[in-house]
């Protein structure tokens, strides 16, 4: 049996990790990861009339020992659109909703910087005095890169965010606010320094990566992802490309490539309404148990309920 096999595009599936068996006496934490959530437009107008978007799905998140979601959109009252295609800027009242059931975001993403660094600088302010913890960004390069630690029943696990997706202009730098861009060379010695220095048990980094509206991750995607599981991370989570992208094992770790959209309107197509709920068991030997959980987003961009609609096929491929 070869070491990686690859999902191809469904909606939903479910895998039991060999370690799972040597591990079945160990303490175990419950993660659940969430996609895109832009929180701007219709979305923000909803959680302004009393609307919770997340509420369908109020039970898993809830349940979970530890939520996480990627934050697609600045949370800000300051600054100005910068010059691109899409900006989207949420008011922070919408964070009262979001911390009802998120623990943690990643702020690693191309529309955290839509309105320069004041807003970012606000947005920081913002979700530390709504007790939202974030990763992949900071006021600088070093607090961008620094691993979120979070600690349940006993297991440390570190976050790590990283973007690759234009305008780089929204990397963090020296002395200015940002995100943590995607180098590979700085992400190996991020993950590394998770382990040592922080005494993480584990590391999951989240990437913002991938073409849009690719249902395959690309040779890139795939070449990075092993590179940071031989560097010691436990899984790779993803997203970005506004559609789920299957997964992967790859020397026994998950590679989830993108979890598409979780909060976002304007989407008309299907497949880019699809999204995944990721539900993960970790204890210190990493993950044991994990599958996802289908929704598909309304005319508003609100994730609603959705059974399963296939299995999910296999095939054995070589490692690259």
């Given at each position: 049996?070869?070491?990686?096999?690859?999902?191809?595009?469904?909606?939903?599936?479910?895998?039991?990790?060999?370690?799972?068996?040597?591990?079945a006496k160990d303490e175990t934490v419950r993660i659940?990861?969430?996609?895109?959530?832009?929180?701007?437009?219709?979305?923000?107008?909803?959680?302004?009339?009393?609307?919770?978007?997340?509420?369908?799905?109020?039970?898993?998140?809830?349940?979970?020992?530890?939520?996480?979601?990627?934050?697609?959109?600045?949370?800000?009252?300051?600054?100005?659109?910068?010059?691109?295609?899409?900006?989207?800027?949420?008011?922070?009242?919408?964070?009262?909703?979001?911390?009802?059931?998120?623990?943690?975001?990643?702020?690693?993403?191309?529309?955290?910087?839509?309105?320069?660094?004041?807003?970012?600088?606000?947005?920081?302010?913002?979700?530390?005095?709504?007790?939202?913890?974030?990763?992949?960004?900071?006021?600088?390069?070093?607090?961008?890169?620094?691993?979120?630690?979070?600690?349940?029943?006993?297991?440390?696990?570190?976050?790590?965010?990283?973007?690759?997706?234009?305008?780089?202009?929204?990397?963090?730098?020296?002395?200015?606010?940002?995100?943590?861009?995607?180098?590979?060379?700085?992400?190996?010695?991020?993950?590394?320094?998770?382990?040592?220095?922080?005494?993480?048990?584990?590391?999951?980094?989240?990437?913002?990566?991938?073409?849009?509206?690719?249902?395959k991750p690309n040779r890139g995607q795939k070449k990075?992802?092993?590179?940071?599981?031989?560097?010691?991370?436990?899984?790779?989570?993803g997203a970005h490309p506004h559609i789920v992208q299957?997964?992967?094992?790859?020397?026994?770790?998950?590679?989830?490539?993108?979890?598409?959209?979780?909060?976002?309107?304007?989407?008309?197509?299907?497949?880019?309404?699809?999204?995944?709920?990721?539900?993960?068991?970790?204890?210190?030997?990493?993950?044991?148990?994990?599958?996802?959980?289908?929704?598909?987003?309304?005319?508003?961009?609100?994730?609603?309920?959705?059974?399963?609609?296939?299995?999910?096929?296999?095939?054995?491929?070589?490692?690259?």
């Open positions: 049996m070869c070491n990686s096999f690859i999902f191809c595009f469904c909606v939903s599936f479910a895998v039991l990790l060999p370690q799972s068996i040597l591990a659940v990861f969430a996609g895109d959530i832009m929180l701007d437009l219709l979305p923000g107008e909803d959680i302004a009339k009393g609307k919770d978007p997340f509420a369908d799905f109020a039970e898993l998140l809830d349940g979970a020992d530890l939520s996480i979601g990627n934050l697609e959109c600045v949370v800000a009252t300051t600054g100005k659109a910068v010059e691109k295609p899409w900006t989207f800027r949420a008011r922070p009242e919408v964070l009262k909703t979001l911390g009802k059931h998120f623990h943690a975001v990643s702020i690693a993403n191309n529309h955290t910087g839509d309105f320069g660094h004041d807003a970012f600088l606000e947005q920081l302010a913002f979700l530390k005095k709504s007790k939202i913890s974030y990763f992949g960004g900071g006021k600088d390069i070093s607090e961008a890169r620094v691993p979120l630690m979070i600690e349940r029943k006993g297991i440390r696990i570190a976050l790590l965010g990283y973007n690759e997706f234009k305008p780089r202009s929204f990397e963090a730098g020296p002395t200015w606010p940002g995100v943590a861009w995607a180098v590979e060379e700085q992400m190996v010695a991020d993950i590394q320094n998770a382990r040592t220095q922080y005494k993480a048990d584990v590391v999951i980094p989240y990437l913002h990566w991938g073409w849009e509206e690719y249902a990075l992802a092993r590179v940071l599981l031989d560097a010691g991370a436990d899984l790779i989570v299957g997964a992967e094992i790859y020397k026994n770790k998950p590679i989830v490539y993108s979890l598409g959209n979780c909060v976002f309107d304007g989407f008309t197509k299907k497949s880019l309404r699809i999204g995944w709920f990721l539900c993960l068991d970790v204890t210190k030997t990493g993950v044991t148990r994990w599958h996802t959980v289908p929704l598909l987003l309304d005319e508003r961009g609100t994730p609603r309920r959705l059974p399963d609609l296939a299995t999910p096929s296999e095939r054995c491929d070589k490692d690259d």
